[in-house]
């Protein structure tokens, strides 16, 4: 048992220097340097030769790209993402200010997904072919092939523009900071709504239907049926034997989600004018800054690998199997 | 269901697929200013379809009496008209005009051209890079396998929406036309499940008496692989190259929508719905339609994928 977590855990610090190996070649090993090539902004003016040997000493870009990995990964381990090229600031610093608003909108995501969609594909699977079912089913497939921007502009129109219930785009309506603290949080909380929503609907269709598949390869309808032939409560039944048994297999998938939800701050972010992450992470790309770019990516990559890892782990001691080393 | 029918749900897939690649194929004889047929000096002639087939000059802008027929969009997706700025759907634009005035069904159906072209460049492509990836790691094992399986691993810790703009920012591939240079890109991101698929397939495959007897009449490995393996694990990774093209067209929306996809003036379903974001507090329409058509081609894609999936395992079918 031991064995194997340790294993896990030194092929995860594997992974992780292949990620990071990536990100930089990614990055460095492209014809050119990060340097050269035209701008996306026409408006750019072309960097002068002294100007640019200098920048490429700076950046380290007069090395050879072995030295250049090994250095960057040197300040990585210290902590230093290096600085930006748009505005010089330190990239990590750049990253922390427009960290929090993603991982708020991410965790309310991830929550909302999985106090949904576990109640949703147990109540499917309970009863198979029925009515809620076959409805749950078709809503989820049409959910799984819903592109996030179109449902979020949908989403827009529908509840800002028609109906003026909720906020268009960003964080707080103008004059929200002479507010009191209720109505502030108020505020700030129907700004997000959408935002919520729309990261989180993908991810909700997929992991009720994986509930329910998974539900139904297990003995759940026995047991359920027996529960309930017990006289147990519909609620108890969903509780005791849905949550129960769902909770150890969605723990792998919650890994695999992270990727959906990072590439999906990028596009919400953008429609909503949310100044996290994903928007620096676009600016970044308008820019091309490069040492931004290689920030955010490795962050959005290792907290996959971190998920992924978290996931293996919880699920090695979570189920009785694994922990006895029945099943790999 | 008779037995020998197919899938309902792999049916109306394909039908589906069949009129969104005629669409595609026809929208600059479907939308066009061009007249299909006109009265000229030297008796009846069709300015539409020399267009579309690039014979002789464009007669645009004829005379108005000469004309006999006129295509069902009579407009062309970049044709800009003041006078008509953003105007609702009508019997004049059926789905309405932008904000320069351009007649959005003509552009929705060119849109249609770059997802497709797209779509399906990038699958082929994920194809051409994940089944020798997959078939190398499946098939050889050992040290081959740990590398594959190492780089997928890898690979699977990024969103692939993440890492295709950062493929994009660094611009190594800007010198190539922008529909192949998207196409490459999703490609180049979108090979991981093939080959985890493919891999899956030949360790199944392994220990099979399939490998024995192919290794009894003494094929090569090559010939193994290409004539023994290959065949029978291809049905499973064709359902997820159908996929595969579902997700390069949304991806393909996403970058448009986000401002870095194809070039103006060229329609894209995202770069209309990029547009639609600058009207969103007055044209419905400009976000309703693209986006619908957007939705059913990816939910076409999942069809047949999903279609042909159930074909080859009944147990899916649930």
Known sequence: ?328 | MRESALPRGLAAGLWLMGGLVVAAVTAPLLATDLPWIERGPDGLGSPALRGYLGLGPDRAGGVAERVVLRAPIPYHPARQDFDAHLEAPSGRHWLGTDGLGRDLAARTLHGARVSLVVGLLAALLALAVGLPLGALAGYAGGWWDAAVSRLVETMLCFPTLLLALAILATGWQAWLPDVLRIGLVLGLTGWIPVTRYLRAEFLKLRGSDLLAAARATGAGHLRIVLRHLLPSALAPVLVTAAFAVAGAIVLEAALSFLGLGVAEPTATWGRLLREARDHVDRAWWLALFPGIALFLTVLTCNLIGEGVRDLLDPRSRR
């Open chain 1, 1 to 328: 048992m031991l064995r194997r977590l340790v294993r896990r855990c030194a092929t995860a610090v594997l992974t992780l220097l292949l990620v990071t190996l990536l990100v930089f070649g990614l990055t460095h090993l492209v014809p050119g340097d990060p340097l050269t090539g035209e701008s996306a902004d026409p408006g750019v003016r072309p960097l002068t030769r002294d100007r640019l040997e200098q920048l490429r000493t700076l950046y380290r870009l007069d090395r050879p790209v072995p030295v250049q990995y090994g250095l960057w990964l040197g300040d990585l381990l210290r902590g230093d993402l290096g600085t930006s090229f748009s505005d010089g600031r330190p990239v990590l610093e750049k990253m922390t200010e427009r960290l929090g608003v993603t991982l708020l909108l991410n965790a309310l995501s991830l929550g909302l997904m999985v106090l949904l969609a576990v109640p949703l594909g147990t109540l499917a699977a309970l009863r198979p072919g029925s009515r809620l079912d076959r409805w749950t089913g078709g809503l989820t497939y049409a959910l799984y092939a819903l592109p996030v921007f179109w449902a979020g502009l949908l989403l827009q129109i529908a509840f800002s523009v028609r109906l003026g219930w909720l906020p268009l785009f960003g964080l707080a309506s103008e004059g929200a900071a002479g507010l009191g603290a209720a109505a502030r949080l108020a505020d700030r909380a129907a700004h997000l709504v959408l935002p919520v929503i729309c990261l989180g609907y993908g991810g909700l269709a997929y992991l009720s239907r994986f509930v329910r598949a998974n539900l139904l390869d297990n003995a759940l309808i026995e047991s359920g049926r027996a529960a309930r032939a017990r006289g147990l409560s519909e609620l108890a039944v969903l509780v005791r034997h849905g949550f129960a048994q769902a909770a150890v297999p969605m723990l792998t998938l919650a890994g695999f989600l992270l990727p959906a939800l990072v590439g999906g701050s990028v596009i919400v972010e953008t429609i909503f004018a949310i100044p996290g992450l994903g928007m620096l992470f676009v600016e970044a790309v308008l820019d091309r800054d490069i040492p931004v770019l290689m920030g955010v990516t490795l962050l959005g990559s290792s907290a996959t690998l971190a998920g992924i890892l978290a996931a293996d782990l919880l699920y090695a001691v979570a189920d009785p199997r694994v922990r006895r080393g029945e099943v790999a």
